[in-house]
């Protein structure tokens, strides 16, 4: 897909829960519309440490959902590779009769003509219900509930529509959209089970929103969010939204960049991802450092794995990289700071720091000190260490105690 996302680096499994924080319910334009904020809390008291979402009840009437779910499942939906992940996407975008009319943009992804003609009534179907939904409903209101953001600007840029089911594509890795200044997500069904999520910054604790057909949530570009659909078919129509009537791709670089100069910490981390985008990478590593100084998890991450692959100083650094790392605090960075210190020879710490990710219920950990135990001949500690790992639900652990025991001659009926 062409439209720009951001996801999180290798340590973006790892999970911070995602703090409470107040609600606001209002009407706007008739609609019941409830806003939220989300809380970085490693940010303390920064005036930036919050990115809102708005829940919006009846953006489309149920029968509105039901008839673009028929049209949908009569349409071949894209199943390139998604430019952030590489999994399918299960996606059709909505193109416009005329390029730039306020409703999508007709470059938003490549299609041959003779399929662009095949999908052409179901598209016509789709848009004679969301044309009105976004001219009439979505945009004014997103316009109204990020006045300070948009400035009565915003427009739709790019519209999808997208299948999430179980055993096809059924999650989303957290990511910030990068494509759009504020998303329209609109819920065009709700037999399924999971669904959109919110996370923060610490444990990457999942907050599911609790959705019906019609009703929509519009966030902002830096609200870390994803998806996991657990049971079901997902059906959802999502728009990305500009301050910048031409939509230009650049129009975000420029927004971000004067957040980012008011000291937001998460849009130098978007000002820097989008960079990278560019190749501009040394300017891309400015604004990631200065994020990662201010405190931004995902920030200290991709400085510590930028610092592993020399991306710095044209040298790999690992006790650079572990001390990055080590900053984050959760137990997969833990293990990555861990990994970099077996890189550089800095045993003691390697230890040290698997074992702190150890007490935080890493089963990796645990396997990984029973490795080394193992490797020194410290034959009854490795056992410990592995059958914590199996208590954790490492089955791969399960196995290193047998090939131990086996090495001990010890009868598997002891076991």
């Keep these: 897909m062409r439209a720009l996302g951001v996801i999180l680096g290798a340590a973006a499994c790892a999970t911070t829960a995602l703090a409470s924080s107040s609600s606001e319910d209002r009407k706007i334009a008739g609609f019941s519309v409830k806003t939220s904020k989300l809380e970085w809390k490693v940010l303390g008291d920064s005036p930036f440490r919050f990115a809102d979402y708005s829940v919006i009840d009846g953006v489309l009437s149920p029968s509105e959902a ?18 952030v992940d590489g999994k399918p996407t299960y996606e059709l975008y909505l193109l416009p009769e005329h390029e730039n009319d306020g409703t999508i943009r007709a470059d938003a992804k490549a299609e041959p003509k003779k399929v662009r003609e095949q999908r052409a009534p179901a598209r016509k179907a789709i848009s004679s219900i969301t044309k009105p939904a976004l001219k009439e409903r979505l945009t004014p209101l997103v316009n109204e509930i990020y006045a300070d953001d ?13 299948k999430f089911k179980k ?33 923060t910054d610490d444990v990457r604790e999942k907050t599911f929103i609790e959705m019906e057909a019609g009703r929509a949530i519009v966030h902002q570009s830096y609200a870390l969010h994803g998806v996991d659909v657990s049971e079901g ?25 004067r957040k980012a100069a008011s000291g937001n910490p998460v849009s130098m981390w978007m000002m820097g991802m989008l960079l990278a985008t560019e190749e501009r990478m040394q300017e891309a590593y400015e604004f990631i450092h ?42 997969n960075a833990l293990l990555l700071a861990a990994n970099a210190c077996l890189q550089h020879n800095m045993m003691e710490r390697a230890i040290s720091l698997m074992e702190k990710a150890a007490h935080m219920g890493s089963a ?10 193992q490797h020194d001949m410290k034959y009854d500690e490795a056992r410990t260490w592995y059958q914590k790992a199996v208590d954790l639900g490492e089955e791969e652990a399960l196995d290193n105690i047998m090939e131990l025991d086996m090495l001990l001659g010890h009868d598997d009926s002891e076991l």
């Design 290 to 331: 200065r994020a990662a100084d201010l405190g931004l998890p995902d920030a200290m991450e991709e400085m510590g794995r930028a610092n592993m692959l020399g991306k710095i100083t044209g040298e790999a650094d690992p006790s650079q990289a572990a001390d990055w790392y080590e900053k984050v605090g959760t137990s």
């Design 66 to 83: 039901s008839a673009i779910v028929s049209t949908l499942k009569d349409v071949q939906l894209d199943m390139d590779e998604d430019t």
């Design 364 to 373: 990796g950990a645990c396997r990984a000190i029973g490795l080394i135990q």
């Design 167 to 199: 055993n096809e594509r059924s999650v989303l890795d957290p990511r910030f959209d990068g494509q759009g200044l504020v998303t329209a997500v609109v819920e065009l069904n709700s037999d399924f089970e999971g669904g959109l999520y919110f996370v």
């Design 233 to 257: 078919t997902r059906w959802t129509w999502i728009t990305w939204y500009s301050d910048d009537a031409e939509c230009r791709p650049e129009a975000q670089l420029e927004w971000h960049e």
């Design 150 to 162: 948009c400035g009565g600007n915003c427009v739709p840029c790019f519209s999808v529509l997208r």
